[in-house]
């Protein structure tokens, strides 16, 4: 069965941090890109950030560039999203998904990604 869980989440205050993880299990992880989609109230899915698994490339979406940072550690199936210098409009349920590509060239637009986490909400206070 294809797992991704996402744990990390919770309420900060507006310029503090986050570490977000997504533990993936069921599937061969070295064959897939991994990503970060979030999606605020009222709005529509947004790809925050993507990481390719052969070369380890990443992506950032434009709002986030400078801020957040995706690693991933293949010995352990895990993706990471580190965010710093947090912003009210960070708010958002955050989503881990797997794309079956080991590189990718841009950040995947949601409806690509193979498979979802159940997502972990991130709430930023100003």
């Known amino acids: 069965e294809v797992q991704l869980v996402e744990s990390g989440g919770g309420l900060v205050r507006a310029g503090g941090s986050l570490r977000l993880s997504c533990a993936a299990s069921g599937f061969t992880f070295d064959d897939y890109a991994i990503g970060w989609v979030r999606q605020a109230p009222g709005k529509e899915r947004e790809g925050v950030s993507c990481i390719s698994s052969s070369d380890g490339s990443t992506y950032y979406a434009d709002s986030v560039k400078g801020r957040f940072t995706i690693s991933r550690d293949n010995a352990k199936n895990t993706v990471y999203l580190q965010m710093n210098s947090l912003k009210p409009e960070d708010t958002a349920v955050y989503y881990c998904?797997?794309?079956?590509?080991?590189?990718?060239?841009?950040?995947?637009?949601?409806?690509?990604?193979?498979?979802w986490g159940q997502g972990t909400q991130v709430t930023v206070s100003s």
């Open positions: 998904a797997a794309l079956e590509h080991t590189i990718v060239a841009t950040i995947p637009l949601p409806y690509e990604y193979d498979y």
